[in-house]
């Protein structure tokens, strides 16, 4: 492994992420008011349609979590070797999701619905502080419940501690296949073993969204993130961040995005259409995976940041984002009066400053003080494996 990749790793650094990050969010958001509120007259044309599907936005966090938690994971590798970069990677993962994890249930459970202290609550309790609530129908989303997604999230960080060792020599290739075929297999089964019940669809989309039937969409990003760090994925970096190379990978994302909606729009019934549920998350991820990896190509300049602050400080408190504004859509539910463009003034506002007081008052020093590493890392050269393999 040569000084010069070495470094290169170790730069790579994607701004735009964030700002992904923090488009993902707010869809969410909004899409959440959209079905909360039965906002029908929302815009069923043009751009704004977007937001009527922002459930989306959680198919984006898992291809930009598959990315972000592969470097890590690569990267500690790097640094301690396949098994010695465990520890580290558990502590930061811990560090990042748990303690606001469960500071959202007690304030959900406290004073949002208090009588889930009543129905069940220790169970309840239990299988949302070990990431196990999107298991059961009975809790999948029973306190706070967009947080169903931190389950599957949760499971994915203990599959990448047992086998990012493996993904690490593994040629790209045989990950996707991997990943590819264990996904649609899930879903094919849940396809045939699960059948709309009195609740419609909910049991498919429960069992589609476990962690298997997810590892597609985790899979685009850990093969970019393979791709950046070997050898041939920094000769690509640096054919496409040339502007007219730039240019091209931005239009052909964003030409595959298009067509990936005028799919969906087409079939939006989605979970009674067996080829909708089996094979179309791989096509969301492969759409998203190609606008994150032409973010990845545009690196703004010190103006464009100060311009994209805005957007890039969304990103930065988007899992803040993400927890705190289903309390705060619950509790604006009882203001009737509200029009639904007041709802999304309020909602927006109430939610990004209770992500921001959370990331500068809770969740930053929390992860200042305890997601430091205090290990040793071993002399550069201590990972054996041939980069040249996860070409």
């Not at 007259?41 to 009527?52: E, I, Q, V, Y």
């Not at 007081?357 to 969740?363: D, T």
């Amino acid at each position: 492994m040569t000084t010069e990749i070495l470094t290169q790793r170790r730069s790579l650094h994607f701004p735009l992420i964030d700002v992904l990050r923090g488009f993902a969010a707010i869809s969410v958001v909004i899409y959440h008011i959209i079905e909360h509120f039965s906002w029908t007259t929302f815009p069923a044309t043009g751009m704004l349609t977007w937001f009527r599907i922002g459930w989306m936005g959680v198919d984006l966090f898992f291809v930009i979590s598959g990315l972000v938690i592969g470097l890590a994971a690569f990267s500690g590798i790097d640094k301690y070797g396949a098994q010695g970069f465990r520890s580290d990677f558990i502590r930061r993962r811990i560090t990042r999701i748990v303690p606001l994890h469960y500071l959202t249930i007690l304030v959900f459970i406290a004073f949002i619905m208090p009588e889930l202290m009543f129905q069940g609550f220790w169970t309840n309790l239990f299988t949302h502080l070990f990431f196990v609530h999107n298991l059961f129908p009975s809790f999948h989303g029973a306190i706070n419940g967009s947080n169903w997604s931190l389950g599957t999230e949760m499971q994915f960080y203990v599959l990448m501690v047992a086998i990012s060792p493996w993904l690490y020599v593994t040629r790209i290739w045989k990950v996707l296949l991997a990943f590819l075929m264990a996904a649609w297999a899930w879903r094919l089964g849940t396809t045939l073993l699960i059948q709309p019940d009195a609740l419609g669809p909910f049991r498919i989309f429960l069992v589609s969204t476990q962690l298997p039937g997810m590892l597609d969409e985790f899979a685009i990003g850990i093969v970019m993130a393979k791709l950046f760090r070997s050898e041939i994925g920094h000769r690509i970096i640096a054919f496409c961040q040339r502007t007219p190379m730039a240019i091209g990978v931005c239009v052909v994302a964003a030409a595959v995005f298009y067509l990936m909606l005028s799919i969906y729009w087409r079939y939006a019934s989605f979970w009674d259409i067996p080829m909708m549920v089996v094979f179309f998350r791989t096509f969301i991820a492969l759409s998203f995976g190609l606008i994150i990896f032409a973010a990845c190509m545009i690196t703004p300049g010190e103006k464009a940041k100060r311009l994209l602050f805005p957007f890039t400080y969304l990103g930065e408190i988007s899992f803040g984002i993400y927890l705190w504004h289903l309390p705060v859509l619950l509790s604006l539910k009882r203001l009737t009066w509200l029009s639904h463009e007041q709802i999304v003034v309020v909602a927006l506002l109430l939610t990004i400053m209770l992500a921001s007081v959370s990331w500068h008052f809770f969740e930053q020093p929390l992860m200042k003080k305890y997601s430091s590493s205090h290990k040793k890392a071993p002399i550069e050269g201590h990972a054996t494996q041939v980069e040249n393999a996860t070409a």
